[in-house]
Each structure stands twice: as C-alpha cells, then as structure tokens.
C-alpha cells in the first residue's frame, strides 16, 4: 500500500512539473507573441485617449473602461474563434489576412501624415469640437479597435501557429487578457495624469506642487509625443507585415533587400551591430509602410472619399 502511494505522490509530482513546464512555455510564448505586436499596442495606447479628451473628468474612466469591455469582447468572442478556426482549417489565408490589416495600419498612419501636412487636421479638429454622446464616443472605439485588436491577435497567432491548437488558445487568451489590461490601465494613468497633477500643485511641500505642476504642463507635450509615436508604429508594423508576407508568399526581392540593408549595416557597427540592424529594418519597413499607405490613401481619395464628398455636396 506505501508503495503504490509513493508511486502515486511520484505520479502526481511529474504531472505537476509537467503543468508547471507547459504554464512556464505558455508564458514565454504569449510574451513572445505580446512583443512582437506591441507596435499595434503603442498605437491602441496612443489613439485611446483621444475618445475622451474634452469630457468631464468624472466621466473619463467610466468611458475608458466601457470601451475596454469591448476591447475584451471583440478579442475573445468574435477575433480569438474566427482565427483558431482559421488556423485550423485554413492556415494559408492568415498571411493575407494579416497583409490586409499591414495594409490598414499603412492607410492609417499614412493619412494621418496627410492630414497633419495638408491642413486637414485643423479641419477635422474643429468637426470634432462638437462632442457626440457618451454611447457613440464608445461605440466607435470599440469600432477603431476592433481593427487594431485584430491586428494583435493575428500577429500573436503567428508567432505560435506551430503550437497545439488548446496551447494556442490558451495563449490567445493570455494575450488578450494581458494586452487589454495594459492598454487601457497606461490609457487611465494618462487621462488622469493631469488630474492627478492638479492635486499634487495643490500640496504644501514645494517640491511636490513644482511636480505636479510639471506633470500639467507636460500632459499635451505627452499626447502629441504618443500621437507621433502611434504613428511611426502604424507605418513600421504594417510595413514589417507586408514585408514579410511578401517574402512568405514567394515575392522575395523586397525582403532581401532590407534583409542585406540590415546584415550590411550590422556588419559595419561592430559591437552596435545588433542595434543598428535593427533599426535599419524598422526603418526599411517604415519607409516600405508609408508608400504603401501613401498609395492606398490616393485611392481611397479618388473613390470613396470623393463619392462622399460629391454626395454631400449634391445635398
């Protein structure tokens, strides 16, 4: 009887390090697939806070996270089963897919450039100045993000395509649960940062209101840096997207291009090698994502927005 309990002790002990092992690879594999989208996260982290500025404070957070309700039920119930279904029964359409949404994200930053040096920013600033109801401001970030939570998801999904298909559902929801947690707690902390500064400003200690003082004065310098840095991050990830579903769909030229620009460029550095061929890539891929969503802004101004321009003007 001693025997067969320390057998079972023994068999209970190896299948506990076995889950611990398959919790340790679960890990590691969602933090490898949460890095490798985290150009999108930049972005969502940097659009977010755009929804609420200009609304009560005391309506910030409620709004941030109705929206981050929606972030979650548009990663787990419609994004996380349409893409292991996809993985599972129809593999090469993920490239594509995912080459669609590079293409998105090009279209996106790239018309925000447009914009910014165009003029039309002014013009789309002061459309905005009209602020809609709190159920439409959230209703259309769910929208926005719904694109950018496709985007992240489908990048993860690559990154652990090879994994068994409960493994990769489980870390999918990792992902989205981890992601969604971040995104929208910095997203909070930034809303609120002004707030919080304005209550520092106010203590008696000098060097705690100069602080607080700081963090008021930086918070526009913050959002305009996170809008730059959103943007930058649109154009690398959807021009790394493409550039590498080009390569896997067997049109080589452009990839090993940027591929010889980096081995070139790290070659040449020495012990900065690493660095600098890392950069030389994410720099081959911005300018990669911007013609590309230099192109698709072009198209689109030539058909649906011009269709909906002349039609309001018909009107």
């Known amino acids: 009887m001693a025997g067969g309990l320390v057998a079972l002790l023994d068999d209970v002990a190896v299948l506990a390090r076995a889950a611990a092992a398959s919790i340790d690879d679960i890990g590691a594999a969602a933090g490898r697939a949460s890095i490798k989208a985290a150009g999108v996260v930049v972005d969502d982290t940097a659009v977010t806070p755009q929804y609420v500025h200009g609304l009560n404070a005391d309506r910030e957070l409620p709004i941030i996270r109705k929206i981050a309700l929606g ?129 520092l400003a106010q203590r008696s200690g000098k060097g705690v209101a100069a602080f607080g003082r700081g963090l008021v004065k930086g918070m526009p310098k913050l959002l305009t840096g996170l809008t730059v840095v959103g943007t930058a991050a649109m154009l690398w990830v959807g021009g790394h997207i493409i550039l590498l579903g080009t390569d896997e769909l067997g049109f080589h030229p452009l990839y090993e291009f940027v591929h010889h620009l980096e081995e070139a460029a790290h070659d040449a550095t020495g012990a900065l090698g690493g660095v600098v061929g890392w950069l030389v890539n994410t720099l081959g891929s911005a300018i990669l994502g911007l013609i590309v969503g230099a192109i698709v802004v072009l198209v689109m101004s030539l058909t649906v927005h011009r269709k909906k321009k002349d039609g309001a003007a018909a009107h």
């Not at 789309?124 to 100045?129: G, P, T």
């Not at 109801?133 to 926005?144: F, H, L, P, Q, Y």
Request: charged content about 15%; overall charge negative; proline content about 3%.
């Open 71 to 199: 972030s979650l039920r548009n990663k787990l119930l419609i994004i996380l089963p349409a893409i292991l279904l996809l993985s599972q029964f129809l593999p090469f359409l993920l490239t594509p897919i995912l080459m669609i949404g590079g293409a998105y994200l090009c279209y996106e930053g790239a018309e925000k450039i447009w914009h910014r040096f165009s003029g039309h920013a002014e013009e789309h600033a002061s459309v905005e100045d009209a602020m809609p109801d709190e159920k439409t401001i959230v209703s259309g970030a769910v929208r926005t993000d719904f694109i950018l939570s496709a985007e992240i998801m489908v990048i993860s999904l690559n990154e652990v395509a090879s994994e068994a298909f409960v493994s990769r559902a489980i870390i999918l929801i990792v992902v989205a649960l981890g992601i969604t947690v971040l995104v929208y707690g910095v997203v909070g902390l930034i809303v609120k940062m002004d707030d919080i500064g304005l209550s």
